[in-house]
């Protein structure tokens, strides 16, 4: 029973492609969130939505766009893939939006752009 | 603005010795701190929390950590490591003034290597 899933886990493609990650949480949390780790293991947000409202955008090209279409599903579509791209993207869930709420992610998906 | 710092790339300890994995941090309202597991290709692993109340918090796996707000630090501890335990660990803060839109920041990760 994987409480945050994301799909694919794995995705190499070229540059200039369009794809999409997606997650699911079945945790009944209000909050989700992308968080960004790039080759140094250092982690970044990059999206929060709260009740399937966005409340934090970081400074993230517009390249990348998240979707929200309920509360369970949060997916990140990112156009005209560049090499800077290549990173490992984490989805994550939190009950709610306050500070005090823990973060739980999920696997992760490695993105390889060539 | 809010931040921590991990100051250790990697910690060695033998296996059965005592760890402490570092984290200080820096926010202006009040900090809510995280610990954080992530084994070789696999997402992260809540260990812990501090909110309010007891400075020592225990955590999964046998983790635990001490908050201590003179020297804003929240270092995690086992009293015991083990082979399994290496991984690489990360401190995260959350600022407490602000609301929803308040980010959780990570530290940079400390790489802890337990030899057996």
């Known amino acids: 029973d994987t409480a945050v899933s994301q799909t694919p886990k794995y995705l190499v493609t070229q540059m200039g492609n369009d794809k999409s990650i997606k997650c699911e949480q079945n945790?009944?949390?209000?909050?989700m969130y992308w968080y960004k780790q790039d080759s140094k293991k250092f982690l970044k947000i990059m999206f929060s939505y709260n009740n399937k409202e966005l409340i934090i955008n970081e400074t993230v090209p517009n390249r990348f766009s998240p979707k929200s279409p309920d509360k369970a599903h949060l997916n990140l579509h990112i156009n005209s893939l560049e090499l800077g791209d290549s990173a490992v993207y984490f989805c994550?869930?939190?009950?709610?939006?306050?500070?005090?709420?823990?973060?739980?992610f999920g696997e992760g998906s490695w993105l390889t752009v060539v | 603005a809010q931040s921590v710092a991990q100051p250790e790339d990697q910690v060695n300890v033998a296996e059965g010795n005592p760890l402490t994995v570092k984290c200080t941090y820096s926010v202006s309202g009040n900090p809510y701190l995280f610990w954080y597991v992530q084994y070789p290709n696999r997402g992260l692993q809540f260990l812990l929390k501090y909110i309010t109340g007891d400075n020592l918090v225990k955590g999964s796996y046998g983790f635990e950590a001490e908050f201590n707000k003179s020297q804003t630090s929240f270092h995690l501890k086992k009293p015991s490591a083990l082979v399994s335990d290496s991984a690489l660990y990360f401190c995260a803060v959350r600022d407490g003034k602000g609301g929803a839109t308040n980010k959780l920041i990570f530290g940079t990760g400390t790489l802890l290597a337990v030899q057996p």
């Open positions: 945790l009944g949390h209000d909050t």
């Open positions: 994550a869930s939190s009950q709610s939006a306050g500070a005090g709420n823990t973060i739980y």
